[in-house]
T-cell receptor, first 115, second 116 residues
Framework: NAGVTQTPKFRILKIGQSMTLQCTQD?????MYWYRQDPGMGLKLIYY???????DKGEVPNGYNVSRSTTEDFPLRLELAAPSQTSVYFC??????????????FGPGTRLTVT | EDKVVQSPLSLVVHEGDTVTLNCSYE??????LLWYKQEKKAPTFLFML????IEKKSGRLSSILDKKELFSILNITATQTGDSAVYLC????????????????FGRGTQLTVWP
């Protein structure tokens, strides 16, 4: 079980470029999440998905897009990179959290710098 | 406006000391409170607390929740240099639009540094 994997680990983008951050989980979790973590701050939810074909916005969705065509994959797209998107991005997954709480499992993160 | 507030933001101690980390919250439709440890990479799960007054323990770490006063503490006894990390508190509350999806609200974390 690899858990949650993310690629790339690091990336430097120029302003206006676009890229896709990849996230895959092999735990058959329905719920997946994208967070960003700025220095000295907690994690902020960007987008989440409750299953294939279903996505919704979190706290800070502007400038990002997601898709969920399979249970395993949840890529995050940046269309026009801006310096404000410099951050560490974490993908996470969990069992369905309707009646009960379940812990979220996190990937290793992608450190993105936009200059 | 912060829904989850952790204190202190930073703490420096020597090996063997005991530390208490605090987390207060204000989240709609509280379901659980979780503690994570983050060592320069992905957060790793420590505890999930759902009921008041029941202490969770794992080795030298323990945590307790007070749902009336809306806070939790994380205790670490006999600290070691390997305990140096950021400790994140997160609260699982129902989504703002009343969805059934629980979502985590994170605090800023407490940076713990343990000197030998």
């Amino acid at each position: 079980n690899a858990g949650v994997t993310q690629t790339p680990k690091f990336r430097i983008l120029k302003i206006g470029q676009s890229m896709t951050l990849q996230c895959t989980q092999d735990m058959n979790h329905n719920y997946m999440y994208w967070y960003r973590q700025d220095p000295g701050m907690g994690l902020k939810l960007i987008y989440y998905s409750v299953g294939a074909g279903i996505t919704d916005k979190g706290e800070v969705p502007n400038g990002y897009n997601v898709s969920r065509s399979t249970t395993e994959d949840f890529p995050l797209r940046l269309e026009l990179a801006a310096p404000s998107q410099t951050s560490v991005y974490f993908c996470a997954s969990s069992y369905p959290g309707t009646a009960h709480s379940y812990e979220q499992y996190f990937g290793p993160g992608t450190r993105l710098t936009v200059t | 406006e912060d829904k989850v507030v952790q204190s202190p933001l930073s703490l420096v101690v020597h090996e063997g000391d005991t530390v208490t980390l605090n987390c207060s919250y204000e989240v709609t439709n509280f379901r659980s409170l979780l503690w994570y440890k983050q060592e320069k990479k992905a957060p790793t799960f420590l505890f999930m607390l759902t009921s008041s007054g029941i202490e969770k323990k794992s080795g030298r770490l323990s945590s307790i929740l007070d749902k009336k006063e809306l806070f939790s503490i994380l205790n670490i006894t006999a600290t070691q240099t390997g305990d140096s990390a950021v400790y994140l508190c997160a609260v699982d509350g129902r989504g703002d639009r009343g969805s059934t999806l629980g979502r985590l609200y994170f605090g800023r974390g407490t940076q713990l540094t343990v000197w030998p």
